[in-house]
């Protein structure tokens, strides 16, 4: 579904990916760790987008509704109406856009993409409850302009409602859990788990192998300077907690 | 050497429609080199040949008619002249009177535009409020410009007085409809009695070439509550002078605006809030909008008086701008004689967010559709302050139909 190849990337000059390569299929979860600066967050950024970061070399392949496509090719709306989603790590906070409207939006604008009928706001009323149900969240929520207010872990709750309202093939959670206690992260996680299937993929971005155990990877990676260093089984994860990385990047 | 009235066109063509401007001769003629009028340009004015517009018959325009209740009370002028087919109201009820009448022309009171509306004595709406009445739905008052032919003068007077523990709501509208040039000068009167609350919304929707020089004055006694907002979007020159004088203790004035300006647009909004007695509060938050190569002014004067001791006085202006040609200036201006008081302002200028635009875009919501999501909701912020729902979507529908935001 995804294909990193040898990608290098910097931000404002300073090179942050020095010839990455990841390849996702369908059906799995990878997780990412690795010490901070690494560069976990900036492949997150440059899958979704974020014009801030350039692209110096290399290629990230999606397979999309119309078979491969160049994925850095596409602006980030276009990206997103094929189905790649970015939990942000930090959400952004939209002044006077009402929760709600903003999801319909969203959500219409990717219907449209695939020529679905849109919905109107009533039936979509009744979807998006369902929704927030399953990630127990306040009915109040939703009148609330995008994440302003919002406590740390009410954004990461709205960036999953998001992903569960729009259904991404490909979903990458830039450290979902910072900011979640406990209960909460137990509620995020049961929430994602529900959103996993065959046909669609997760990246895991993640400082604390805690979280691996209610999101279950298939895969590990450890980020080291721009590169992958280790790829491994979810025991990889318990390695490193217990290790630290001083011992991957030699 | 500073020019004077009677040295403008604009006054020739008043003297030779029969108005009686002949006392205002020797007034001064605002120019730009006076800090009042520093951003606003009224040279065009004093070249605009005006005329008073005849009776002319007319129907609602079907856009206006869609914009209003189905069943609204109010007075329709056309061209400044009311027209009793197209009104709704009832004279007087127990609660409320409402007098369609000539303005008198008196004494030249006020500044040189407040005298020429005077002078005009075209028709003032006199409405007023009994005591401790209580009307919720709103009174409208709408103008209509539709002559044909340039330079149409409009001088409109609406006076409003609310006795002690009443309240009303008012919606005046200056509408230009399919019509080129005109010259509106309205002045707004509104008086509130102790214990009074007066809900007043001025909705502007002008031709880019119009000129609209507009007054409105608002007098509070004690424990009395006011709230203004207008809504513009703009004219060859806008000017708005709102003048509040807060008379009583513990009475409130809340005065908002909206410009939403394109193209060459320009709108200038002069507030003065005059705190005359102790334990009352103001506060005013003006937003502005400009793309293109659009103007906008905000100048917000505070006076508190000596023995306006424990005021309570926030004013705010915040601008976006969407376009690197588009210019903003801004002006806060205390004068604070007290010493127990709190007054805070502050004015922001920025563009739209764009860390806010890429987040939208990673939901599939398309770069523009973002941009004009984040203006809307920049704006709204204003609107959603109004209590009547109906008023809201009126002034919604407003911003994207007209104004084109």
Not at chain 1, 177 to 187: A, F, R, T, V
Not at chain 2, 258 to 277: C, F, N, P, Q, V
């Amino acid at each position: 579904m995804l294909n990193v190849k040898d990608l290098h990337a910097s931000v404002d000059g300073t090179a942050i990916l020095k010839g990455l390569n990841l390849s996702v299929r369908a059906g799995e979860v990878h997780a990412i760790m690795g010490p901070n600066g690494s560069g976990k967050s900036t492949l997150s950024k440059i899958i979704a987008g974020n014009p801030q970061y350039s692209v110096d070399k290399g290629a990230v392949e999606y397979e999309g509704s119309t078979g491969t496509i160049d994925l850095l090719s596409l602006e980030p709306e276009e990206r997103a109406r094929e189905g790649v989603f970015l939990a942000f790590q930090y959400p952004v906070e939209v002044p006077g856009v009402q929760t709600a409207l903003f999801l319909r939006a969203a959500y219409n604008a990717v219907c449209r993409h695939h020529g679905v009928e849109e919905m109107d706001p009533i039936d979509f009323d009744v979807f998006l409850h369902e929704k927030m149900k399953m990630l127990d969240m306040d009915d109040k929520f939703i009148d609330r302009a995008v994440n302003v207010d919002f406590s740390g872990g009410e954004k990461k709750r709205n960036e999953i409602l998001q992903m569960a309202v729009l259904n991404p093939r490909l979903a990458i959670l830039d450290e979902t859990d910072s900011g979640l206690d406990i209960d909460s992260m137990k509620i995020v996680s049961a929430g994602v788990n529900k959103l996993r299937n065959r046909r669609n993929a997760m990246v895991v971005i993640t400082h604390y192998q805690r979280l691996l155990n209610y999101i279950k990877p298939d895969i590990v990676h450890i980020f080291c300077q721009g590169r992958i260093v280790k790829s491994g089984g979810p025991e990889l994860a318990l390695e490193v907690e217990e290790r630290g990385y001083d011992w991957l990047m030699k | 050497m500073n020019k004077l009235f009677k040295d403008t066109p604009f006054f020739e063509s008043l003297l030779a429609a029969g108005l009686p401007v002949g006392p205002l001769a020797e007034r001064p003629w605002p120019t730009t080199r006076e800090e009042a009028w520093r951003y606003t340009d009224l040279s065009g004015l004093a070249q605009a040949r005006a005329h008073i517009p005849r009776r002319v018959e007319g129907t609602l325009p079907a856009s206006v008619k869609a914009l209003l209740p189905k069943d609204f009370q109010g007075v329709v002028l056309l061209n400044g002249i009311p027209v009793e087919a197209l009104s709704s109201f009832e004279e007087e009820t127990n609660q409320r009177t409402v007098q369609l009448s000539l303005s008198s022309s008196g004494s030249g009171s006020g500044d040189l535009f407040e005298a020429v509306n005077r002078s005009a004595g075209q028709a003032e709406v006199r409405v007023s409020v009994a005591k401790g009445a209580d009307l919720s739905v709103p009174f409208y008052v709408i103008h209509i410009m539709n002559a044909v032919g340039e330079g149409a003068l409009v001088c409109p007077r609406l006076v409003v007085n609310l006795a002690e523990g009443s309240r009303l709501r008012v919606v005046e509208m200056f509408l230009g409809h399919e019509v080129k040039g005109y010259v509106s000068i309205p002045v707004a009167e509104l008086s509130l009695a102790d214990g009074a609350g007066l809900d007043y919304v001025q909705v502007h929707d002008h031709p880019p070439v119009a000129c609209h020089v507009g007054r409105v004055r608002v007098d509070g006694a004690r424990d009395s509550q006011a709230s203004v907002l207008t809504v513009t979007n703009g004219a060859a020159v806008f000017r708005q002078d709102l003048l509040c004088d807060i008379r009583g203790e513990g009475s409130t004035v809340s005065v908002n605006g909206l410009h939403a300006l394109k193209g060459l647009r320009h709108a200038d909004s002069h507030t003065e809030i005059r705190h005359h007695e102790p334990a009352s509060r103001s506060e005013q938050l003006y937003k502005c909008v400009l793309d293109d190569e659009a103007r906008s002014v905000f100048n917000g004067r505070i006076v508190v008086d000596q023995k306006a001791q424990k005021t309570n006085s926030y004013q705010l202006n915040k601008n976006l701008l969407l376009s690197p040609d588009a210019r903003v200036d801004t002006k806060p201006q205390l004068e604070i004689h007290a010493d127990d008081v709190r007054c805070t302002h502050g004015a922001t200028i920025g563009r739209v967010n764009e860390e806010e635009i890429f987040y939208l875009q990673t939901r599939g919501i398309g770069r523009e559709d973002a941009r004009r999501l984040l203006v809307r909701a920049f704006m709204d912020d204003v609107i959603s302050r109004l209590e009547d729902p109906g008023l809201r979507e009126i002034l919604s529908r407003k911003l994207k139909e007209s104004y084109g935001f």
